[in-house]
């Protein structure tokens, strides 16, 4: 109802009402006090008119003084919404007449007139006696607001019930004088009239709706189930493919028509809204919001922004206390996602979304999961915490001279929703800045990974919403090497038996160290829930966030506490669930996955009516989910052959990438063979209903085989690309292995260029000899905290006997948190460097960490204004003089700036800085 005037979502069919006066019989009506005032004439009057042939007439008769009165125009009942707005033509013979949208609440009692409550929105008043003027009313959501304070102070202490209110007529409110006041109306016009649901016949008292999501204790309940929320953006997809790819929940924007909520919930997917905005007066003063109403039902949970800071705190938690005041009746919970002090929103929201953009950032897999944890542990005890998972790369990610731009790879989605679920989180939005249909391949990996996503999170609902994060477990040293790449394959002719050799030894080279350095990556996080235990192991490889390597090993061990005698150990997947090997050790139950491929998902359970479920689930997904699978395999390997290509072009092969690529399609072939049988009922040595599960199974198994080698090759070719690169962010096209083509052209681009004849356009750059003041004359920039548990500084000290450099040092005064500081301990920034569009920016210089840098994951930070934050450099360690190596292409004419920050407390160095700027001979070669 009145809380659609702040959705703003009025874009469903919309009518216009009109009322020309031109038929005989009036269509107004008056109503006053017959004590006071008399009406000598009402009818339709031929003799005046503003337009056509007939006006409508009013004549008032009293014998002294002035009276009230009131004339109404009754409207269809129409839904309250922003758009609304009515007009009419009046012509008087007094002034002071004044148009109103009369709201009617049919649900809550007025006691003093035993009729539905209804409360009056004003717009323009008659001002020209004895002249026509058009009087303008809008649906104000101000002015609604105050009325419905109005109203709310004069039921107390009852609470009105407000919903389902509808626009009811168009009233002109005045006064009559003595001895005779006349009125003439003409042309009614009400634009933007969506009708309303038609009112209730009896009135009621107000009383809170059973609105079926609650939440008890720190689970979320839908229809008394705890669920985890699986939320989708809407970009303006067909409402069945958000329900095709398993979501229960989507976000949509602050414009989405009623109708699409409605057709969101038919699908049986509830509503993440943003609620309106509370409008406040000139001296800072926010309104009353108008309260929520049932054609506002399909709404599950209100959101209230991305990424909100500290600095967005005071002014959210009074926008949450006015919507929650507007919705008593439903009570719906509250959710964002913030990015300043968990603590502080957690004690306001129902659900508390903490997000980090880790993929192609030099924040690793491990920090991140580490940066979860410290997020659950900063949050009130008992918080709902869930975060927006990242699917797709920034549009700015690349310059806009690149043809290719980055993507999150399928492996990388899962590593972030395994992450989370590890740490404790209940909820998993997947966040996308596209719609995702099917026509680009692209798009179809995406959507198919979320689909797998969201089978498995459905498989273990009832453990992830129910449960608590208990403890977070390595596993034990290795016992077998043996990689689960190493399969055995026919040999073709004895030069491909050499290449096929060259595979193997290149899966088994260093075997023993990686399964050693797998032990001190892997991680498993135990939820404790009712119905039993949930294990998640994730590999948080180094560099994943770049390029995903194989990430398989045969045999992990975990010793797990607290399994009970009778429990019996699952490893659960959308195509199958079999048991795992588990034996009783000191300590706990040891349990042994043969194979972790990523990740991997363990139920230790002695419930029987548990593992039913889960059988009756994966037998319900099982088809499904092996063939997108296989489709997600199939268009991974015409991605990957297809850059591949591109790079051999260029010259920059890999020499056993057509056998890694040759078995991907063995694989491929073995999964697209078993779907066959798998459809056709089995092979014929066994039953159907026997044989298909194992089909299906198996074909998912082959598209994982595929999926793995194919990483292989991905992982080959980054590591090439990186190698002669002092940082994998020191490109824009190195931090991902789809834009490894843009990556070989830059470099043409500048094996093209003639160096000889550059100089350096950073003044001041090496810092000999110090001179302060003309650095700031020249634009050099400084700034420094104004947090007093921090003593910050930058300055120039001696590196040597004639060399200076450029210091940067932080030291807490107090034991102070930094992690969630929004500003840097301290700061400096280059002098803007004109560059053009086209132009190629080299950046050189050298960087020491002198002091660790503590209390903030960022460390010491340097950023430019040609590339996103996301492609930072990160130094944190202490570390002798190291290269610094920026590549960086304008996408148009800009000033290049470089920034250096210190987050948290620590000592950095920074030296021998210098930047070209290089006008290649081809001007905007073209990858091939």
Not at 113 to 120: G, I, N, Q, R, S
Not at 147 to 171: F, H, I, Q, S
Not at 289 to 313: H, K, Q
Not at 512 to 538: H, K, M, N
Request: with cysteine; charged share 25%; proline share 8%.
């Amino acid at each position: 109802m009145a809380a659609l005037v702040h959705l703003r979502l009025p874009n469903v069919p919309a009518a216009d009402y009109r009322d020309r006066c031109e038929d005989p019989a009036p269509t107004w009506t008056a109503a006053f006090d017959p004590h006071h005032l008399s009406l000598a004439r009402h009818a339709r009057d031929r003799q005046v008119a503003h337009e056509g042939d007939r006006s409508e007439q009013f004549v008032f008769q009293l014998p002294v003084g002035r009276a009230p009165l009131q004339l109404q125009h009754e409207l269809p009942p129409a839904r309250v919404i922003e758009d609304l707005r009515a007009s009419v033509w009046v012509l008087g013979d007094r002034p002071g007449l004044q148009i109103a949208l009369r709201i009617v609440f049919p649900h809550q009692t007025d006691p003093a007139t035993d009729e539905p409550a209804a409360v009056l929105v004003r717009g323009e008043q008659y001002v020209t006696a004895g002249k026509w003027q058009r009087l303008t009313v809008r649906m104000d959501p101000a002015l609604l607001a105050d009325e419905l304070v109005k109203l709310r102070a004069r039921l107390r202490p009852m609470r009105p019930d407000e919903t389902d209110a509808y626009v009811a007529a168009v009233v002109l409110t005045g006064q009559a004088f003595a001895p005779q006041t006349r009125w003439n109306l003409d042309d009614l016009v009400v634009d933007g009239l969506v009708p309303a649901a038609a009112p209730d016949a009896a009135p009621q008292t107000g009383a809170a709706i059973d609105f079926p999501i609650r939440f008890h204790l720190d689970r979320l309940l839908i229809d008394r189930r705890p669920v985890v929320p699986r939320v989708l953006v809407d970009h303006g997809e067909p409402v069945e493919r958000f329900a095709a790819l398993g979501a229960n929940m989507v976000l949509v924007g602050p414009r989405t028509p009623v109708e699409r909520l409605f057709a969101l919930r038919e699908a049986g997917l509830w509503v993440m809204a943003i609620p309106p905005e509370p409008r406040r007066t000139r001296d800072g003063r926010m309104l009353g919001m108008a309260p929520f109403g049932r054609e506002s039902s399909p709404i599950a949970c209100w959101y209230f922004g991305t990424r909100l800071t500290d600095r967005d705190a005071d002014a959210v938690t009074e926008w949450i206390d006015a919507v929650r005041s507007a919705d008593r009746q439903l009570r719906r919970p509250v959710a964002a996602d913030v990015s300043g002090s968990v603590r502080r929103y957690t004690r306001h929201l129902s659900l508390t979304a903490c997000t980090l953009p880790v993929v192609h950032s030099p924040t690793t897999f491990a920090e991140y999961a580490e940066w979860l944890n410290r997020q659950r542990q900063r949050a009130l005890p008992g918080s709902f915490l869930w975060t927006w998972v990242q699917t797709d790369a920034s549009p700015n990610r690349a310059p806009d001279v690149a043809r290719r731009k980055p993507i999150v790879e399928p492996e990388q989605i899962r590593l972030q929703v395994y992450a989370a679920l590890a740490a404790g989180f209940r909820g998993i939005g997947f966040w996308t800045s596209r719609p995702l249909d099917d026509a680009n391949p692209l798009n179809e990996e995406q959507a198919l990974t979320i689909r797998l996503l969201n089978y498995e999170l459905e498989l273990i609902e009832p453990f992830v919403a129910g449960g608590t994060l208990a403890d977070v477990l390595q596993p034990q040293p290795p016992q077998s090497t043996r990689p689960a790449t190493a399969v055995r394959l026919g040999f073709l002719t004895s030069r491909e038996a050499l290449k096929e050799q060259l595979i193997r030894l290149r899966l088994l080279r260093g075997d023993a160290d990686r399964a050693r350095r797998a032990a001190e990556q892997i991680r498993c996080g135990v939820i404790r829930s009712p119905r039993g235990l949930l294990l998640i192991p994730v590999w948080y490889e180094p560099q994943a966030q770049y390029a995903p390597g194989p990430m398989a090993l045969r045999n992990v061990r975990f010793v797990v506490p607290g399994v009970a005698d009778d429990a019996v150990v699952w490893q659960v997947s959308p195509t199958r669930l079999v048991t795992v090997p588990r034996r009783r050790v000191a300590g706990g139950a040891e349990i042994t996955i043969p194979i972790l491929d990523q990740g991997a998902l363990l139920v230790v359970t002695a419930d029987r009516d548990a593992v039913t479920r889960l059988r009756n689930h994966v037998a319900a997904i099982r088809a499904d989910a092996a063939r997108a699978m296989v489709r997600l395999a199939t268009l991974r390997r015409q991605r990957v052959g297809e850059t591949d290509s591109l790079l051999s072009r260029q010259g920059l092969s890999q020499p056993d990438a057509p056998q890694i690529l040759l078995r991907a399609d063995e694989s491929l072939q073995r999964a697209a063979e078993a779907v066959r049988t798998a459809a056709a009922g089995g092979d014929g040595t066994r039953t159907p209903r026997a044989a298909s599960p194992l089909f299906w199974d198996q074909a998912s198994r082959a598209a994982a085989a595929a999926l793995q080698t194919l990483r292989i090759l991905q992982r080959a070719h980054w590591e090439d690309a990186v190698r002669s690169l002092a940082n994998p962010a020191s490109s824009p096209y190195s931090v991902c292995f789809h834009t490894l083509p843009e990556h070989a052209r830059l470099l043409a681009r500048l094996g093209r260029t003639p160096w000889d004849a550059l100089d350096n356009r950073l003044p001041f750059g090496t810092f000999d000899p110090p001179q302060p003041q003309r650095m700031i004359e020249a634009g050099w920039e400084h700034r420094r905290t104004d947090d007093d548990t921090i003593t910050s500084a930058a300055e120039l000290i001696r590196v040597g006997a004639t060399n200076y450099a450029l210091r940067l040092w932080s030291v807490p005064s107090v034991n102070a948190d930094t992690e969630s500081r929004e500003s840097p301990s301290v700061l400096v920034r280059t002098p803007p460097i004109p560059v053009r569009s086209g132009q190629v920016v080299v950046v050189t210089g050298k960087v020491r960490v002198v002091r660790s840098i503590n209390g903030d994951r960022r460390g010491a930070e340097v950023t430019d204004s040609l590339a996103p934050a996301s492609l930072a450099i990160r130094f944190h360690r202490p570390a002798d003089w190291q290269p610094l190596q920026l590549i960086r292409e304008a996408a148009q004419d800009t000033d290049f700036r470089l920034t250096f920050r210190l987050w948290g407390t620590g000592e950095v160095q920074f030296d021998d800085l210098a930047v070209y700027v290089l006008t290649p001979n081809d001007a905007r070669a073209q990858t091939p």
